[in-house]
RNA sequence: GGGUGUGUAGCUCAGGUGGUUAGAGCGUUACGUUGACAUCGUAGAGGUCACAAGUUCGAGUCUUGUCACACCCACCA
């Protein structure tokens, strides 16, 4: 029995323990049927749901279950990510708290107290995800730290060192000196902000009063600059190449360079050249053999190097442009637009700075990661996503891969006495390369640093499935059938797994990429906590249900653009799942039988034949757009199946035969009734998990079964019903227009007759009951009597039902309505004569659409003439 | 500087290959508790599809240009 109210509250997490419990979201392993897999983009592990999380899920439970439903064998491969240095972050933060920095702590004792951290907080995700309804395999869930993701990690990072694909390099990297490590270019943001440029000069040595005037947006990094370029072609400037000036303050004598870097065209046409501390100038510095000079310490304050050692670099700027103007060598300050990186976690401004630091060989690796796109092996959706993936890919610089960091893969690198580098998978066999590179037993010294977090993110596609053992489930999910994400990720994760996938497993991660857009608040602005525009998805769902919330995200998803979140809407789809509870509610109160069979061979009723196929040609469009990812698309279409065809029209249509006498009527539509509603829960399963299963438990719909698990096969549909239907509709619809518009009294019940209605004719016994029931008609019935003055016409595209309207009509409303009607039919026969008049048109347009536009020119001649009639009827009134 | 996308009803958005009178949800107006549902029903109002030119028998849809907005990449000493 379902209850009086919708309240998905009381039995959503119910039903999702059930499912859980009983092994509902394991794969069938059935080898007869085609695999299905998706892998999840892992969550940060001590990170919450957001909007995003909800898209992402939403959509990839939608195919998970829609492809689990068509009989394949699905494993959705559930986990999540360590997130290196969010999650440091994060610790570190707490243990700020309490006064205690890691370092108080250690390296050892600080991870633990990481790993416990997660234990504590790091099933909440997992939890939401669950409230979800993500039909994920539990029973699999991995974490990149865990003991086999990590093993995989330590084997895939050996063998590409082995290969020559990650080296150590002294590098300018970007520094992030809150973190105090290195980050890749994608951690990096830009951001635009007014800044100062700086003029003054630099004299030139041996020559007394002569100076050559910079610009710069740095001053305080003059202590590490180690030339001054002047291109050559600038005529104002080049006789100053060849000769050396000196850098003011600590009056350190540098060279005078010709370089293009220095374009004559900006600043003061000389630039200062900092190799150590600018990545243009690094490459000056590499064309002219240039020292670098680092001046600064890895939290960004200055170094010994510098005069003012232990200031900040706000400070240190200050002080040196003070100096300068106390030199009298200051020569301007002008306000500048300037674009400053910053860290996309820690916020600080990020330093270009020379370190030590490993790297993959990207260049080379993504040679056959743009190929396998090129070829179409993979696909990207929309399709426009593959130029930025070929853009980035193209131009893809070395991938910073170590963070001096402590919470991530340790990197599997030990160090013997004088530096040389062991790389194995682990200590052990580090010592016997060591033995046998020494010949003796040596001390070891391992690498501190970790990996990038998206290092091990990168090979989740066969990680997760067991890689490096050769397992049932990499055999048969690799390569993963579809990847869901948000276009934000393609360069960080996107791209990364085509590399790290290609090099382990010599064949493509996933045959599709689908790209989704970001999920902003209700008027397009990004949502942030600082903005404090965020919308909690549990929120939603424990206000409106999961089912709505997931309703939702795929009636908005349309070709990967960004979705706004409305509140409305969602509430909009709770009224939806309410809708369909009362739908099933009135088939309980018919006493139907819903477990009983339905041979469609044998209905013969009009109405119930039109919703059959009504029913069928909905499955096919949603099967269709779900193969096609238009999840909008699909969803609409269930949506307005549910809503228009079936609880606006056939539930009022099958009234009058439920309420009747006519016994074998009745139960045939109760048997249609059944069918029907059983197809609805099918074919919005994947949509609305919990809902539908609810109701198909309640009603013993599915005899038991714990979860939907079939969907509909290929089958035949007959539309032999839907002209008649169609007609009711219309008679329906304008009988009640007229009604609405002639301000009929709501109870006047009027009498009806049927004229010219050939089609109507074979069928009005079925239908003019529901018909009067509908728009409320006394009765209707055919009659090619003449029409009397009191009566008025509607005019449909199978004949006349004339209304008689003694009593109750308005004369001069009715006359206003026809001239009305008349008007807007004269200007559509306008353009149809228009048309038709065209020889080009005739000519040219192809046949069907020539015929068709004369037969709607035909259509709407015959409607003037009737209207004309009325009109002419009631002039005299 | 290079690239991508967007501009359709008051609001938020749909409109694969050009072809009926351009749709939906919310909002809004009028009427309505008719034996599933007021988390509802019925009917209505509301759009020169950013602008301009072009291709075409025919353009919201294709081409070019203009304007506005958003995002991505690179760079500005």
């Not at 640093?449 to 990499?474: I, Q, R």
């Not at 009027?750 to 089609?759: F, M, R």
């Not at 008025?792 to 595209?797: A, D, G, N």
């Amino acid at each position: 029995m379902l209850d009086k109210n919708y309240n998905p509250q009381d039995w959503e997490e119910k039903i999702y323990k059930h499912w859980e419990e009983n092994g509902c979201f394991r794969p069938s392993m059935d080898k007869t049927k085609d695999p299905f897999c998706i892998v999840i983009p892992p969550a940060n592990v001590t990170g919450v749901l957001h909007m995003g999380h909800a898209l992402d899920y939403t959509l990839q439970d939608i195919l998970i279950r829609y492809n689990r439903m068509r009989g394949k064998n699905v494993l959705w491969q559930v986990g999540t990510d360590h997130a290196g240095i969010a999650t440091q972050m994060v610790v570190e933060r707490n243990l700020a708290k309490q006064g205690i920095s890691r370092h108080d702590l250690g390296r050892e004792k600080f991870i633990e107290t990481v790993w416990k951290w997660r234990e504590e907080s790091g099933g909440t995700i997992c939890r939401q995800l669950r409230r979800l309804g993500a039909s994920c395999d539990w029973s699999r869930e991995r974490f990149t730290m865990d003991e086999g993701l990590s093993r995989a990690v330590r084997k895939i990072f050996v063998n590409m060192y082995k290969d020559g694909l990650i080296y150590k390099a002294k590098k300018l990297v970007n520094w992030d000196a809150k973190f105090m490590t290195a980050v890749s270019d994608l951690e990096v943001i830009q951001k635009e902000a007014m800044g100062k440029m700086y003029y003054y000069r630099y004299p030139i040595e041996g020559e007394k009063g002569n100076f050559v005037q910079i610009a710069t947006t740095r001053p305080e990094t003059m202590f590490g600059d180690t030339a001054v370029a002047i291109s050559k072609d600038n005529e104002k400037l080049k006789h100053l190449i060849g000769k050396n000036c000196i850098i003011p303050i600590i009056d350190r004598v540098i060279p005078i360079i010709a370089d293009d870097h220095a374009d004559p065209e900006k600043g003061t046409g000389a630039v200062k050249i900092t190799p150590a501390h600018d990545f243009n100038d690094f490459e000056v510095g590499k064309r002219h053999n240039l020292p670098l000079i680092n001046v600064l310490n890895p939290d960004a304050t200055l170094n010994e190097n510098t005069p003012f050692a232990g200031m900040t670099t706000a400070q240190a700027r200050e002080a040196t442009i003070a100096k300068m103007d106390e030199l009298g060598l200051m020569d301007k300050i002008e306000d500048h637009p300037m674009v400053i990186p910053y860290g996309d976690r820690s916020g600080v401004v990020i330093e270009p700075m020379m370190t030590d630091q490993w790297f993959v060989d990207a260049p080379k690796l993504a040679v056959e990661a743009i190929k396998k796109v090129e070829d179409g092996e993979v696909e990207f959706l929309p399709k426009t996503y593959e130029k930025t993936y070929f853009e980035w890919m193209r131009n893809i610089q070395p991938w910073c891969i170590s963070r001096q960091l402590w919470w991530g893969h340790q990197m599997p690198i030990w160090y013997g006495p004088d530096e040389h580098i062991f790389c194995e998978e682990n200590e052990e066999e580090a010592k016997a390369a060591a033995k046998d590179f020494y010949g003796h037993e040596v001390e070891l010294r391992r690498e501190t640093d970790v990996l990038d977090t998206w290092f091990s993110s990168g090979l989740w596609a066969f990680s997760t499935l067991g890689w490096p053992d050769k397992t049932e489930f990499l055999d048969t999910f690799y390569p993963t059938s579809v990847l869901v994400t948000g276009f934000d990720i393609i360069f960080f994760w996107v791209a990364r797994m085509m590399m790290m996938s290609l090099y382990a497993m010599k064949k493509i991660p996933f045959n599709t990429v689908y790209l989704h857009g970001l999920v902003r608040d209700e008027h397009g602005h990004k949502m942030s906590k600082s903005k404090g525009n965020t919308v909690n998805p549990i929120e939603m769902i424990d206000t409106y249900g999961s089912d709505a919330l997931r309703f939702f995200m795929a009636a908005m998803e349309t070709q990967g653009r960004d979705i706004n979140m409305s509140e409305a809407r969602v509430a909009g789809y709770r009224n939806f799942a309410t809708k369909l509870w009362n739908a099933a509610r009135f088939g309980e109160m018919n006493e139907i039988d819903f477990a009983a069979e339905l041979d469609e061979k044998e209905v013969s009723g009009q109405i119930n034949r039109w919703i059959i196929a009504k029913a069928k040609v909905m499955t096919k469009e949603v099967s269709r757009n779900l193969d096609n990812f238009r999840f909008s698309d699909a969803a609409n279409a269930v949506y307005q199946f549910v809503w228009g065809d079936f609880c606006d029209w056939y539930i009022e249509m099958s009234k009058p035969v439920l309420y009747g006498e006519d016994g074998k009527a009745k139960a045939e539509t109760k048997a249609v009734f059944a069918w029907v509603l059983r197809r609805i829960m099918i074919v919005l399963h994947p949509f609305m998990p919990f809902i539908t299963t609810q109701i198909w438990n309640d009603l013993g719909l599915g005899k038991g079964e714990l979860m939907l698990h079939e969907w509909c096969k290929d089958e035949a549909i007959d539309v032999s019903a839907q002209k008649s239907v169609d007609w009711v509709i219309e008679v329906v619809s304008q009988i009640r227009s007229l009604r609405s518009e002639m301000n009929l009294p709501v109870g006047a019940k009027l009498k009806a007759y049927l004229q010219g209605a050939d089609v109507a004719k074979g069928y009005l016994a079925d239908m003019s009951k529901i018909i009067c029931a509908l728009a409320r008609l006394e009765f209707l019935q055919i009659s090619e009597e003449e029409a009397t003055k009191d009566m008025v016409k509607v005019v449909t595209s199978d004949g006349v039902v004339l209304l008689s309207l003694q009593g109750v009509i308005d004369f001069a409303a009715e006359r206003e309505r026809l001239a009305k009607e008349l008007a807007a039919l004269e200007k559509n026969l306008q353009a149809y004569e228009a048309k038709l008049n065209n020889p080009a048109f005739v000519e040219r347009a192809p046949e069907k659409i020539v015929a068709e536009e004369k037969r709607r020119r035909q259509e709407a001649l015959d409607k003037k003439q009737k209207i004309e009639d009325s009109l002419n009827k009631i002039k005299d009134l």
